[in-house]
């Protein structure tokens, strides 16, 4: 997702560490988050594109933060890309209220996250799965799927997720909670 420019391409003659490129440790960082980061993305903006627009500014941004202990990096990013996501459905919701129509948007923008290797009746479990998960998922209100996105996705701690999503941590258990429920309701059948 992160993209470095090569230094010998753009025509610099100096060192790596004096061209402003951030820590190998931030950008292993970065690197193991991206994944995760963009499916997070993905549940909650529903579009592909915009996903990889918010992961990659909230990149981005976490570039300003390289000087910041290692630890605080985890909140820190959810709490930037969280907030990306909002601005960026604010803003679709409000091209959606002038241009479309909402008949016109199609599940069709699902990922397919199942295993190559898999088996074709595996496979096709697997993405049965993954579609089904996503749907329920975007049934949730959004602090309900961001708690239960970090908490058991990303598998943060009550603290990181309470500062990553802006709130107590009492409210991350609340979120948390109701949102397994629903989850459970909705997927009940699947079992």
């Not at 990013?77 to 604010?90: A, M």
């Not at 949730?140 to 802006?166: I, Y």
Request: glycine share 4%.
């Amino acid at each position: 997702m992160l993209v470095s420019p090569d230094i010998s391409q753009a025509g610099l003659d100096q060192p790596p560490q004096t061209a402003m490129r951030p820590p190998a440790t931030l950008e292993l960082f970065l690197a193991d988050v991206g994944t995760r980061a963009f499916r997070f993305a993905e549940a909650g903006l529903r579009s592909r594109d915009d996903a990889l627009d918010a992961v990659q500014d909230a990149m981005m941004k976490m570039l300003a933060y390289r000087e910041r202990p290692a630890a605080e990096w985890t909140p820190l990013f959810w709490s930037i890309l969280r907030r990306k996501i909002v601005d960026l459905q604010r803003r679709g919701n409000f091209r959606l209220r002038l241009f479309a129509l909402a008949s016109e948007r199609s599940e069709d923008s699902l990922i397919d996250w199942a295993d190559s290797a898999a088996g074709p009746s595996q496979a096709h479990d697997q993405r049965e799965a993954y579609t089904r998960l996503t749907l329920a998922l975007r049934k949730l209100p959004a602090r309900q799927r961001e708690a239960f996105t970090l908490r058991v996705l990303e598998e943060l701690d009550v603290a990181d997720t309470a500062k990553a999503m802006g709130c107590s941590e009492g409210s991350v258990k609340t979120h948390l909670s109701r949102a397994r429920d629903a989850l459970q309701k909705q997927l009940e059948d699947f079992r």
